[in-house]
Structure formats: C-alpha cells, structure tokens
C-alpha cells in the first residue's frame, strides 16, 4: 500500500463548478499537508499548506485535513479553464523530513 | 520569491554520455532534490542533499551521482545514460521546518 493516495483521474467539469480533489495517507505522522499545481510541461507550484487538522482558504481554494480519517481535500470555487492543470497532495511529519507526494489528479476545466 | 532555476529545458544526448543537470536557487534554501517524474509514477526522489558536501540517496538513486559544492547549487550526474533515463527531471529547495519544498522548470530529457 503507498503511503499516500490519489485518483489520477482525468476529472472533467464544466466552468464554473466547484471541484473536490482527495488524498488518502496512511502515516499518522503526517503534520504538513500541501496543494501543488502542475501545468503541462512545466514544475509544479506550491498552491497552499495547512498543519495539521482543520481548513485553511485562499481566494478560490481550500484546503482541507481530516488527521482522524487520514484524508485531505482541495476545494475549487468557481473553476476555470486557466484551473487546468495536474494537482499533487504532498505530506510529511515535519523536522526535516522528507514530503511524500501523491501522483496527481487531472483537471480539465471546459469552458 | 522563490527562485529555482534548471540549466536546461530540453535535453537530448546519446546512450553512455555522462550527462550533467544543472540547478541553481536564490533563497538561501539548506536543502536541495533531485526527482525524476514519469507517467503514472509520479515523483520519485533521486538524491538530496541537507547541506553543502552532504547527500542523501533517495528512492532510485542507482544511475545518477549528485554534487553540492556551494548552497545554491546542486547538480544531477547521469554517469552513463541510458534510454530508461529518459524522463522530466526536477529540481526543489526548501527551508525551515514545514519542509516546503519549491520547484523549478523541469529538464525534459531524451537519451537515444
């Protein structure tokens, strides 16, 4: 079992929707969770972090961690075309650990 | 903002060339990575490296060596490539506690 897991999808919506994108892990320790967004060719971005449990928003996103369940979410608002991207959930216990990342959803925003 | 800079964008070299990539960052980071990120697997971490002279192996380092001579260096050696070499190499740096870890480009490289 990997240590942490995501759908690779691709998910597709029409603009304007409001995406769900998930993580699952299996290390509870686990404190530092992060979003990266990763355009086609290009290095993925680090989008937003949370520690620990509990949400955390920016604009059109939130992040979401859920330590009881092992399971964190990315929310997007309002989604759009220029939203298209892949998605990393990336994860570690902090004290210079190394991150653990999922392997990426695609999102396909249609206008 | 953070600045991670590859040497390259796209790279094409020949089966058993030593093959050098290159990565520079501009914050001061202690520490540095090296992955390689195909299809369907995702990133896999090459080496890394904590501090000046220092590394780490990760998870696939058999291939590749690494040198960090100064902070904001950190280069990737391909000793003999080969065609299963052929892959999105990716550099980051990160600092601090949180170990955010920021990327750069990528080098999208082809051994033929």
């Known amino acids: 079992q990997k240590e942490v897991e995501q759908d690779p999808g691709p998910l597709s919506v029409p603009e304007g929707a409001i995406v769900s994108l998930n993580c699952t892990y299996s290390?509870?320790?686990?404190?530092?969770f992060m979003w990266y967004r990763q355009y086609s060719r290009k290095g993925p971005e680090l989008l937003m972090y949370?520690?620990?449990?509990g949400n955390k928003e920016d604009g059109r996103f939130t992040a979401q961690v859920d330590k009881s369940s092992k399971y964190i979410s990315l929310f997007i608002r309002d989604s759009q075309p220029s939203d298209s991207a892949t998605y990393l959930c990336?994860?570690?216990?902090?004290?210079?650990?190394?991150?653990?990342f999922g392997t990426g959803t695609k999102l396909q925003v249609i206008p | 903002d953070v600045k991670v800079t590859q040497s390259s964008r796209y790279l094409v070299k020949r089966t058993g060339e030593k093959v050098f990539l290159e990565c520079v960052q501009d914050?001061?980071?202690?520490?540095m990575f090296w992955y390689r990120q195909d299809p369907g697997l995702g990133l896999r971490l090459i080496y890394f490296?904590?501090?000046?002279?220092?590394?780490e192996k990760g998870d696939i380092p058999e291939g590749y060596s690494v040198s960090r001579e100064k902070k904001e260096r950190f280069s990737l050696i391909l000793e003999s490539a080969s065609t299963n070499q052929t892959s999105m190499y990716l550099c980051?740096?990160?600092?601090?506690?949180?170990?955010?870890?920021?990327f750069g480009a990528g080098t999208r490289l082809s051994v033929l």
């Open positions: 980051a740096s990160s600092s601090g506690l949180a170990g955010l870890q920021y």
């Open positions: 290390n509870s320790a686990f404190q530092y």
């Open positions: 949370t520690y620990s449990s």
């Open positions: 990336a994860m570690n216990s902090g004290g210079y650990q190394k991150v653990t």
């Open positions: 914050m001061d980071h202690e520490n």
């Open positions: 490296s904590y501090d000046v002279k220092m590394k």
